[in-house]
């Protein structure tokens, strides 16, 4: 059961609205689920005494895709505005996909969703949400240090001999640093990658914080943020033509009655 602390709430209600606008899991052969959050409130920045530094602007970009064998989608949002969130979802016989993001002052988050039961029928969804800021060092010279929470979680699943899923999940933060020469990019992310195949299932969460560390001096400028990204990804098992159901079923018949002839 997927926790919904303080930290989670806003991405477990993305889960949800998910989960009642899809079909069943229960009726999937290949499962795909994946979910990535960032937590702003939590950053902690350390900077050395008497370094000034203006953050010039901010923006936010969130982006869900949504594909199965015969429809993509794609929502797409960029802005200076927060709150926003994006959604897309795709559905066709009985293959599926969601991806949603979400981005709050307190958090950045992203799930996405994806099965398929049936012959030869994929679901695919794709979503990032991405935070940067803009930063001009006035004065001074010295180090700085950033760190921020994140949490991942995905899981998988197949059912039938043929069944494949894969999920990833990523957080991930960086610095890019204009000296007027030269650009200096930082960062630091944590990811999980999944995969099955055939009947097997496999799930992973963690949690901890991203840290990076960098120099300026007055007269660097540059860019600071973080994103979140998921994929999800089930193909469910071809299932066999009628016809070749016919042939096969003829052909152990035939067989049964070659060894009876031959018992004789």
Do not use: H
């Amino acid at each position: 059961m997927k926790k919904c602390n303080s930290l989670l709430l806003a991405v477990c209600v993305l889960s949800a609205l998910a989960l009642l606008l899809s079909p069943a899991k229960a009726e999937a052969s290949a499962f795909s689920y994946a979910l990535a959050v960032l937590e702003p409130q939590s950053i902690q920045v350390e900077v050395t005494d008497g370094l000034d530094v203006e953050f010039t602007s901010a923006e936010a970009d969130s982006d869900a895709y949504v594909a199965n064998q015969d429809e993509w989608l794609d929502d797409y949002d960029w802005t200076d505005q927060v709150p926003f969130t994006t959604y897309a979802e795709a559905e066709i016989d009985n293959a599926y996909a969601a991806a949603g993001t979400n981005y709050e002052q307190n958090y950045i988050a992203e799930v996405t969703e994806a099965f398929a039961d049936g012959s030869n029928l994929y679901g695919y969804a794709s979503a990032y949400a991405y935070v940067p800021g803009y930063f001009t060092v006035l004065d001074g010279a010295g180090d700085v240090t950033v760190s921020i929470d994140y949490y991942l979680e995905a899981e998988v699943e197949g059912e039938d001999v043929g069944d494949y899923a894969y999920a990833y999940s990523e957080a991930y933060i960086w610095a890019n640093i204009y000296t007027g020469d030269t650009i200096g990019g930082y960062y630091d992310f944590d990811n999980i990658w999944l995969e099955v195949v055939d009947d097997a299932f496999d799930s992973d969460e963690r949690e901890g914080t991203l840290t990076m560390s960098f120099y300026l001096e007055e007269g660097y400028s540059g860019s600071i943020g973080g994103w979140v990204w998921n994929e999800s990804q089930a193909e469910s098992a071809p299932v066999p033509e009628p016809a070749t159901m016919l042939l096969l079923g003829s052909g152990l018949v035939g067989l049964v009655g070659f060894r009876r002839k031959f018992k004789k």
